[in-house]
C-alpha cells in the first residue's frame, strides 16, 4: 500500500526489497535472507533505520523549523512580509517535491527543507497573530496535542492501518490535495478565497475534514516507518520519514489555524 506522501511510498517500497542479512547472523525476525542493501554490509555491522532514530530526526527537524520561525518573526518587517512569504511558501513546494520525487535521503537538503518551511511558518503565524491576538499558541498547542494522540492510538493498536483504512486515508488526502489545488489556482487569478476559505459554514467543514484527515495520515506515516524498521533498512531512511512527518504537522497546523481564525473574527 503507498502513501499519498511521495517519501512515505518510497519508504514502503524499499521495505519489499529483499532483506540483507549480517555476515554470521540470520535474516531479521520474520523476513527471508537475501541480498538489498549490500553497502551496508561491513564486518559484520549494518546501520540500520531505528525508531529511536527517526525520532531524534524528527524532533530535530521540528527544533529548526520552530528556531527559524521564531527568527523570521522577529526580525522580517510587515513591509517586506508578502513576497517572502510567497517566495518562501513556492521555494518549500519545489524543494520538497525534489526531496520526495528525488527520494534525496540527505540531511543538508531536508534540514534545508525546515529552514524554508520555518520561514514561511514563522511568516504566516506573524500575520494570523496580528490579525487574531494568542492564536498561534493556540494552534500550536492543538497540532502537538492531536499529533501526540494519534501517536498513541496508534501504539495501542485502538487505531489500526489495515489496508482498507489506508486506502481509504490516502484517497481522502489525495483528493483533498487537489481541490486546495485548484482553490489556489483560482485565488491567483480571481483574488477571492472562495467559498472553502471564507470563513462560511462549508469553509469551516472543509477545514474539519482537513484536519481529520491530516490526523489519519499520521497512522499511514506510522506504519510506512514501522514497516521500514521492520525490513531493516539503512538510517538513512529516517530522514525520510522524519520528513514526511514534518509535512504532516505544517499541513495539519495551517488547518488548525484556519480553522480557529474563523472562530476568532468579530
Same mark, same amino acid.
Request: a neutral charge; glycine letters at 10%.
Given at each position: 500500500?503507498?502513501?499519498?506522501?511521495?517519501?512515505?511510498?518510497?519508504?514502503?517500497?524499499?521495505?519489499?526489497?529483499?532483506?540483507?542479512?549480517?555476515?554470521?547472523?540470520?535474516?531479521?525476525?520474520?523476513?527471508?535472507?537475501?541480498?538489498?542493501?549490500?553497502?551496508?554490509?561491513?564486518?559484520?555491522?549494518?546501520?540500520?533505520?531505528?525508531?529511536?532514530?527517526?525520532?531524534?530526526?524528527?524532533?530535530?527537524?521540528?527544533?529548526?523549523?520552530?528556531?527559524?520561525?521564531?527568527?523570521?518573526?522577529?526580525?522580517?518587517?510587515?513591509?517586506?512580509?508578502?513576497?517572502?512569504?510567497?517566495?518562501?511558501?513556492?521555494?518549500?513546494? %519545489?524543494?520538497?517535491?525534489? *526531496? !520526495?520525487? +528525488?527520494?534525496?535521503?540527505?540531511?543538508?537538503? =531536508? #534540514?534545508?527543507? @525546515? /529552514? $524554508?518551511?520555518? %520561514?514561511?511558518?514563522?511568516? *504566516? !503565524?506573524? +500575520?494570523?497573530?496580528?490579525?487574531?491576538?494568542? =492564536? #498561534?499558541?493556540? @494552534? /500550536? $498547542?492543538?497540532?502537538?496535542?492531536?499529533?501526540?494522540?494519534?501517536? +498513541?492510538?496508534?501504539?495501542?493498536?485502538?487505531?489500526?492501518?489495515?489496508?482498507?483504512?489506508?486506502?481509504?486515508?490516502?484517497?481522502?488526502?489525495?483528493?483533498?490535495?487537489?481541490?486546495?489545488?485548484?482553490?489556489?489556482?483560482?485565488?491567483?487569478?480571481?483574488?477571492?478565497?472562495?467559498?472553502?476559505?471564507?470563513?462560511?459554514?462549508?469553509?469551516?467543514?472543509?477545514?474539519?475534514?482537513?484536519?481529520?484527515?491530516?490526523?489519519?495520515?499520521?497512522?499511514?506515516?506510522?506504519?510506512?516507518?514501522?514497516?521500514?524498521?521492520?525490513?531493516?533498512?539503512?538510517?538513512?531512511?529516517?530522514?525520510?520519514?522524519?520528513?514526511?512527518?514534518?509535512?504532516?504537522?505544517?499541513?495539519?497546523?495551517?488547518?488548525?489555524?484556519?480553522?480557529?481564525?474563523?472562530?476568532?473574527?468579530?
Amino acid at each position: 500500500m503507498k502513501s499519498s506522501n511521495p517519501v512515505l511510498s518510497r519508504i514502503s517500497a524499499a521495505a519489499q526489497q529483499p532483506r540483507y542479512t549480517v555476515p554470521g547472523q540470520g535474516a531479521p525476525a520474520g523476513y527471508p535472507a537475501g541480498g538489498g542493501y549490500p553497502e551496508v554490509v561491513q564486518s559484520g555491522h549494518v546501520d540500520r533505520m531505528t525508531i529511536d532514530d527517526v525520532v531524534v530526526k524528527t524532533v530535530t527537524l521540528l527544533a529548526t523549523t520552530a528556531v527559524v520561525a521564531a527568527i523570521t518573526w522577529t526580525v522580517v518587517p510587515f513591509e517586506v512580509m508578502r513576497p517572502v512569504l510567497y517566495a518562501s511558501m513556492f521555494l518549500g513546494v %519545489i524543494v520538497g517535491l525534489i *526531496i !520526495s520525487f +528525488a527520494q534525496i535521503t540527505n540531511a543538508a537538503v =531536508i #534540514v534545508g527543507y @525546515a /529552514v $524554508i518551511e520555518g %520561514i514561511f511558518l514563522g511568516l *504566516i !503565524s506573524k +500575520a494570523y497573530e496580528y490579525l487574531f491576538d494568542g =492564536i #498561534v499558541l493556540q @494552534a /500550536v $498547542i492543538a497540532t502537538l496535542s492531536v499529533f501526540l494522540a494519534m501517536a +498513541a492510538l496508534y501504539k495501542m493498536k485502538i487505531i489500526r492501518a489495515t489496508p482498507k483504512f489506508m486506502k481509504i486515508v490516502i484517497g481522502a488526502a489525495a483528493g483533498l490535495g487537489v481541490v486546495m489545488l485548484v482553490n489556489f489556482v483560482l485565488y491567483l487569478f480571481t483574488d477571492s478565497v472562495g467559498p472553502l476559505r471564507d470563513g462560511s459554514p462549508i469553509a469551516i467543514g472543509f477545514s474539519l475534514i482537513c484536519i481529520v484527515v491530516a490526523a489519519l495520515m499520521f497512522v499511514v506515516n506510522f506504519k510506512q516507518i514501522e514497516d521500514g524498521i521492520a525490513a531493516g533498512l539503512p538510517r538513512k531512511y529516517g530522514w525520510l520519514g522524519a520528513f514526511g512527518i514534518l509535512v504532516e504537522l505544517v499541513w495539519l497546523y495551517l488547518e488548525i489555524l484556519r480553522l480557529i481564525s474563523y472562530f476568532s473574527e468579530d
